[in-house]
């Protein structure tokens, strides 16, 4: 049974930091793609960042530089650690593990509030 477990969220005030964890179960971790989803209400799902089997890392515009994507194989674990975090980033969010097309999860996600 695949299981992506999301841990890490919160109410923080802008410019804080949160680090985001995703432990996943039943999968071989090592060989996906890694990624964290963002959705807000009346909103539509985006990516917010993702790192492939290699370690090679891509972010949305509006994070660079501000979150970082990480991975510990050995935990089965992906990270996401967000700094100087902003109101707009207010959102629910979901870790997504993608191998091929007809294989692809998602976890239950976690609220990420920042208050101004």
């Known amino acids: 049974q695949v299981q992506l477990v999301e841990s890490g969220g919160g109410l923080v005030q802008a410019g804080g930091s949160l680090r985001l964890s995703c432990r996943a179960s039943?999968?071989?971790?090592?060989?996906?793609?890694m990624g964290w989803y963002r959705q807000a209400p009346g909103k539509q799902r985006e990516l917010v960042a993702r790192i492939t089997n290699g370690g090679t890392t891509d972010y949305a515009d509006s994070v660079k530089g501000r979150f970082t994507i990480s991975r510990d194989n050995a935990k089965n674990t992906v990270y996401l650690q967000m700094s100087s975090l902003l109101p707009e980033d207010t959102a629910a969010y979901l870790c997504?593990?993608?191998?091929?097309?007809?294989?692809?999860?998602w976890g239950q996600g976690t609220q990420v509030t920042v208050s101004s």
């Open positions: 039943g999968i071989i971790f090592s060989i996906h793609t």
């Open positions: 997504n593990g993608y191998y091929l097309p007809a294989v692809n999860y």
